[in-house]
């Protein structure tokens, strides 16, 4: 195999790189009827970037430090919950002061640069700058050397990660229809949970609801880990980006809400509906998230309630209490005086075995999503060693 023979260009010998700003909140007129793009970092999820989750005016443009910046430029997350991570624009638009932006320019294609950061985006962070929260500064892009190379061989690289890119969206999508059709066939068999002819119980009357730990424990290097809300994604607990904590208060927590196999836990503030069933035994306490512990002696199970919790039912919970708003929360004493709606225990079986073969046809898309993505990190690296293609 030919090794790639380019040249390692310096991101700052190439590109003027900047960053935007953010109009005044106070001034109203800098955002109101405004018409203007404006991205943010958590704007950065998808490859191009067509639309803005907020707008500015062009007073608000012409008085403060934002830029537009031109289609094609290539965006990416200097710090924040998002950082490295990037997007082309498609539209004229401008950024705040947390996204660093590539304009275009001849020598390099957006889908090249595009690709070159996404590869090396753990190694960003790893530069990144500060303590808890790290920050990838201009000066750090600008001192990332590029392997420059002809736009054709460019164009074979983009080429290759696209189509890989594209299978991994296919099959994206198909875990999203099956998630949908696990929704359909909950509606389907229990009805609108708002408009339950079932009997209806409290959840604290059938089940014992607790929740972690509401001290703020010291984090450790090494030891058990704490589960929060930012723990609990897509109906998994993710353990990649957690504090730990000493055996003490790990013992000291879980004398009051030690999670069991079978339990349910679900995230309190942030991002709430994403209800879990433990099925491993765990070795973590919890904060900020609801523990349901399950009594066999009453008559509910614990898949009905998960897709209970993960449905609209949920939503109209927190729009009661009065508990939306950016940061959404629902305290244990909304979560306890839910009201439950109870179907028969054949029904909630009957919806368990249906759930039960979905789940194993998701699991196999999983699989094979995890090796699609196996396969298109190591044609990025490959690519940008000089090793995809023994012609370059």
Known sequence: MILLKAKLVKLGELYKVTSGGT??????????????????????KTMYLSQASEYITKLGLQKSSAKLFPKGTVLIAMYGATIGNCSILKIDSTTNQACAAFQPIDEIMPEY?????????????????????????????????????????????????NKTQGLINKRNNQIELIDQLTQSVFLEIFGDPLKTKWEQEKLQDITDVRDGTHDSPKYIQNGYPLVTSKNIKDGKISLEDVNYISEDDYISINKRSKVDIGDIIMPMIGTIGNPVIVKEEPNFA??????????????????????????????????KAGRGGTQKFLSLKDIRNMMIPLPPLRLQEKFVGIIEDINKNKEILEQSLNGLKDIFNSL????????????I
């Open 23 to 44: 109009p005044s909140r106070k001034n109203k007129e800098y955002y109101i009827d405004g018409n203007i793009p404006w991205i943010k970092t958590g704007d950065l």
């Open 113 to 161: 640069l595009y690709y070159y950061l996404l590869s090396i985006k753990e190694k960003l962070i790893s530069l990144g700058v500060g303590g808890a929260q790290p920050n990838i500064s201009i000066g750090i892009l600008k001192n990332i050397d590029i392997p420059l190379i002809s736009l054709e061989q460019q164009s074979k690289i983009v080429s290759i990660l």
């Open 286 to 319: 919890i904060k900020n998230v609801a523990l349901i512990k399950f009594k066999p002696e009453y008559p509910i199970n614990s898949v009905y309630l998960k897709y209970l919790l993960d449905s609209h039912f949920l939503e109209s919970i927190l729009n």
């Open 380 to 391: 990025m690296q490959r690519a940008f060693r000089g090793k995809l293609f023994s012609d």
